[in-house]
């Protein structure tokens, strides 16, 4: 990837982060779009790399083919998922890819991959909205804004139910329990981070909060 085009106090990182069911994926769609910038799922990521390992018979267990595996693969997430230029977009979602994801997302080395990818995207573009578990405590803790999206149990329960079917659903709660609990860069709120409650509340009324957050917060030699 080449250099940052922007000089770094130019460049502005909205951090989403928050359980499944909590609309990160949604809300972090939108106020990118609201906001003309671009948007990553790093979710998609780690999915990628567990969709691979079970492509090719590996272990999610076995750390080192893991994390081989993840620094070799080509992963373009956008509206289209390619893994090494095949379209797995469908197939990162599947319920055996949200079994495996979690080995692979608790996998230190693996994590420090996608973290590095994930910070020369964002320079790449001079900026984003980046969603996932440990934006805001791990890959950029300097990001000018952060948020921690969350929702009541049932409102989340219902939403994965919604999109997923009950069978996915119960594993991404499995995966919820999961990812707190790991011991490399679990899911948990940032100190600084503006927590949301979304139960109830529609998409644009949570995206008019962000963006009004952000301008707040647009103050010169800020970086990130």
Same mark, same amino acid.
């Given at each position: 990837?080449?250099?940052?085009?922007?000089?770094?106090?130019?460049?502005i990182?909205?951090?989403?982060? &928050?359980?499944? &069911?909590?609309?990160?994926?949604?809300?972090?769609?939108?106020?990118?779009?609201?906001?003309?910038?671009?948007?990553?799922?790093?979710?998609?990521?780690? %999915?990628?790399?567990?969709?691979?390992?079970?492509?090719?018979d590996? =272990?999610?267990? =076995?750390?080192?083919r893991?994390?081989?595996?993840?620094?070799?693969? %080509?992963?373009e997430?956008?509206?289209?998922?390619?893994?090494?230029?095949?379209?797995?977009?469908?197939?990162?979602?599947?319920?055996?890819?949200? %079994?495996?994801?979690?080995?692979?997302?608790?996998?230190? !080395?693996?994590?420090?991959e996608?973290?590095?990818?994930?910070?020369?995207?964002?320079?790449? %573009?001079?900026?984003?909205?980046?969603?996932?578990?440990?934006?805001?405590?791990?890959v950029?803790?300097?990001?000018?804004?952060?948020?921690?999206?969350?929702?009541?149990?049932?409102?989340?329960?219902?939403?994965?139910?919604?999109?997923?079917?009950?069978?996915?659903?119960?594993?991404?709660?499995r995966?919820? !329990?999961? =990812?707190?609990?790991?011991?490399?860069?679990?899911?948990?709120?940032?100190? =600084?981070?503006?927590?949301?409650?979304?139960?109830?509340?529609?998409?644009?009324?949570?995206?008019?909060?962000?963006?009004?957050?952000?301008?707040?917060?647009?103050?010169?030699?800020? &970086?990130?």
């Amino acid at each position: 990837m080449s250099e940052p085009s922007s000089p770094l106090e130019e460049i502005i990182v909205v951090a989403v982060d &928050g359980p499944a &069911g909590s609309g990160k994926s949604t809300v972090a769609r939108a106020v990118a779009a609201r906001l003309g910038l671009s948007y990553l799922d790093t979710g998609a990521m780690y %999915r990628s790399v567990a969709h691979a390992a079970l492509c090719e018979d590996i =272990d999610t267990e =076995d750390g080192e083919r893991m994390a081989e595996l993840a620094r070799r693969l %080509r992963i373009e997430v956008g509206e289209q998922v390619l893994v090494d230029g095949v379209d797995c977009t469908r197939a990162i979602r599947s319920s055996e890819v949200t %079994r495996a994801v979690t080995a692979a997302a608790a996998n230190p !080395q693996v994590r420090a991959e996608m973290v590095r990818r994930q910070r020369l995207w964002v320079q790449d %573009r001079g900026g984003g909205v980046v969603e996932g578990r440990d934006i805001g405590t791990v890959v950029f803790p300097d990001a000018r804004l952060k948020v921690f999206l969350t929702a009541s149990p049932e409102e989340r329960a219902r939403r994965r139910a919604a999109e997923a079917g009950d069978a996915v659903a119960t594993d991404i709660t499995r995966r919820d !329990q999961a =990812d707190s609990s790991r011991a490399h860069s679990p899911l948990a709120t940032a100190e =600084d981070a503006v927590t949301i409650d979304t139960t109830e509340r529609t998409v644009d009324d949570v995206v008019d909060e962000i963006t009004g957050l952000l301008a707040q917060r647009q103050l010169p030699g800020k &970086g990130w």
